[in-house]
């Protein structure tokens, strides 16, 4: 496992793999870290912050200057954006920090030239034709499927931590609890966190009618438990399990032998924080067909957020008419046309992507960024406040940021994924859409990769804050928006394969995407290797092994063990392979 895993950041949540270094307690927003307040810091800092102000100023005429040539219909939207940016930049006065001065040089002149060089890479396919091979078939009732058990052992209640994309997992692990103990699930609660700070249940987030029906046939899900069981003490009467007695990944006999036993005895079982109890190689493929039921099928955005988001996506692809296989899994029926509103952007493809470098992503790291002092001290009060298992442990240990830093497990910074994208091919004009909020170091961190592509967007470039006002206060809708923007790119690009939204966007676009949704993975131990020869590496030769590094994370293979079913949905139960003779191999 990785030590730089963790918690939170509104648009994507706990890896996938938690961490062995420990839990770290998640109160508090990720944010407003508490500062170093001395006298001469901030005359400093006020004195840093004045240049700054003057490079933004003319970073921000730059970028006007680039937005009207390239993307015309885009300016006056953009421009909000790059406001809350500067509001960012002001509250953080730092100056900017290159890490990799040599290669970004490189890469600028590279991806200014006019012609674009994909050449030894696909830009915008799939490179590997077997992906079209694979096809979605968890929609399918098998007769190995018998519907809900006539013999029902009673209820099961489930209370999801976490924020959007955790809850979706611990959604879809709990109807298969269901199924395998033959209970009646009611439908899943979404626990409040402090750093979510989002009051949204099931039926915000999700159609709730839908879902229940979809089910149906497998598994019967209700809106509530009956009057007599609701006034129940459930930890008084030990029907309440929690993360502790239940392992992670657990197997599915785990279930069978701690939980059915409280649920016929009491006729109901609490799963209080839930996420990924349920492993997923001991699963039978009728089950773990369950699963992808539920999470490619039935989970269906709440109409609100599905009208939203089709107006974000076609803002973004400039084009109103839209009706791919995507779509219609994204939006059903709730299909808005943002032609009207959207400025008469120019038809264009875009690239998603998933920054996680948020302020908690970052001090669990215990990687450096160039910062210096400053930047250590305020990653290691932010340590202190939110993970103080972990800043206890520093203490006696001596872990060198280097070392974190060979092995991968520092995340990328919004330069180094500027350098992967440019090292693969994608030139200036490329459009680029950016999930995940509150960056850390803001525009400041921002800013070399909004200068290798000036055409960046986010949500709120795109949205007014008019149309956003309504999701403001909830930070799973706008995790929704994102979900949506990722899924449906032309290209998807992560910059930590680990993150629950990251992982869940790319599932979703190898099962719906018709092989024609590619998603670039970065292996960060490779990518640190190749960093660090940086001061002899031309810029050919770090293309070259950029390209290679992605290729070979696009190579079209089942699902390997111990791998999550929403990441690698190639296996039994979820997609199935049609061999050259149009039949169809379970
Ligand atoms: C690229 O093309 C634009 C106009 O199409 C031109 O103004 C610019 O000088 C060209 N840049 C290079 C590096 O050739
Ligand atoms: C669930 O029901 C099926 C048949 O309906 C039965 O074969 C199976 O043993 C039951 N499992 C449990 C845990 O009750
Ligand atoms: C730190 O190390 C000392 C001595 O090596 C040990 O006594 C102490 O318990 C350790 N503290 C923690 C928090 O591990
Ligand atoms: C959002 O929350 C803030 C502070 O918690 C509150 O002042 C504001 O009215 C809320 N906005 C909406 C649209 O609910």
């Avoid at 961490?19 to 901030?42: C, D, E, F, Y």
């Avoid at 966007?505 to 995407?513: D, T």
Wanted: with cysteine; proline share 4%.
């Amino acid at each position: 496992m990785d030590a730089s895993c963790v918690v939170v950041g509104p648009a994507c949540e706990a890896r996938v793999g938690a961490t062995n270094i420990g839990r770290p307690r998640q109160q508090g927003k990720a944010r407003g870290v508490a500062g170093v307040s001395s006298w001469h810091l901030r005359v400093f800092a006020v004195v840093v912050g004045f240049l700054g102000c003057l490079l933004l100023a003319a970073s921000l005429l730059m970028s006007a200057v680039h937005q009207m040539q390239f993307r015309s219909g885009a300016i006056s939207m953009s421009f909000r954006g790059l406001q809350e940016l500067k509001q960012n930049f002001a509250r953080k006065e730092q100056a900017e920090q290159i890490m990799h001065a040599r290669l970004l040089e490189m890469a600028t002149s590279d991806s200014t030239k006019n012609e674009s060089d994909g050449e030894s890479f696909e830009l915008w396919e799939e490179p590997y034709k077997q992906a079209h091979k694979w096809k979605p078939c968890a929609a399918k009732h098998s007769l190995a499927d018998e519907g809900p058990s006539e013999n029902n052992n009673g209820f099961i209640l489930v209370s999801a931590n976490g924020g959007l994309n955790q809850q979706r997992v611990a959604v879809c692990n709990a109807v298969v609890v269901a199924k395998l103990l033959n209970a009646t699930l009611v439908i899943p609660r979404f626990l409040y966190s402090s750093v979510w700070k989002d009051k949204s249940q099931f039926g915000d987030i999700y159609q709730e009618d839908y879902f229940v029906n979809y089910m149906k046939s497998d598994v019967q899900i209700v809106k509530d438990l009956p009057p007599h069981l609701q006034s129940l003490d459930l930890e008084a009467i030990g029907s309440q399990m929690t993360d502790s007695d239940i392992r992670k990944e657990a197997e599915p006999s785990e279930f069978i032998n701690l939980a059915l036993p409280v649920l016929r005895k009491n006729g109901l079982v609490h799963f209080l924080g839930f996420g990924n109890r349920l492993g997923f190689d001991s699963v039978p493929a009728h089950l773990q067909r369950l699963r992808c039921r539920c999470n490619f099928h039935a989970l269906k955005f709440a109409p609100e957020i599905q009208r939203l988001g089709s107006v974000l996506v076609q803002r973004l692809r400039g084009v109103s008419a839209m009706q791919t296989e995507m779509d219609k899994q994204l939006f059903g029926g709730n299909m808005l046309d943002g032609a009207t509103t959207a400025g008469g952007g120019l038809p264009s493809r875009f690239v998603a992507l998933h920054m996680r470098f948020e302020v908690d992503m970052v001090a669990y790291s215990l990687c450096e960024f160039g910062g210096g002092e400053e930047e250590r001290r305020e990653l290691q009060a932010f340590r202190e406040t939110h993970f103080p298992a972990l800043a206890t442990r520093l203490r006696n240990t001596t872990v060198s940021p280097e070392e974190q830093r060979s092995l991968g497990r520092c995340p990328l910074t919004p330069e180094e994924a500027g350098l992967i994208l440019s090292g693969l091919g994608y030139d200036h004009r490329t459009f680029l859409y950016v999930a995940g909020s509150r960056i850390y170091g803001g525009a400041t961190r921002l800013r070399p990769l909004t200068r290798l592509y000036p055409n960046l967007v986010t949500k709120d470039d795109i949205l007014s804050s008019d149309e956003l006002a309504p999701f403001k206060n909830f930070s799973s809708r706008l995790a929704a928006l994102d979900f949506i923007a990722c899924a449906s790119s032309d290209v998807f690009a992560v910059t930590d394969s680990g993150s629950q939204l990251s992982s869940l966007v790319s599932g979703y676009r190898v099962y719906h995407g018709r092989g024609r949704a590619p998603t670039l993975h970065p292996n960060r131990k490779r990518y640190a290797q190749i960093l660090s020869e940086e001061g002899g590496i031309e810029w050919g030769g770090f293309q070259k092994r950029v390209r290679i590094m992605v290729d070979e994370y696009k190579r079209v293979r089942a699902r390997p063990r111990g791998r999550s079913a929403y990441r690698q949905p190639r296996t039994p139960g979820c997609m199935c392979r049609a061999s050259g003779d149009g039949s169809i191999d379970f």
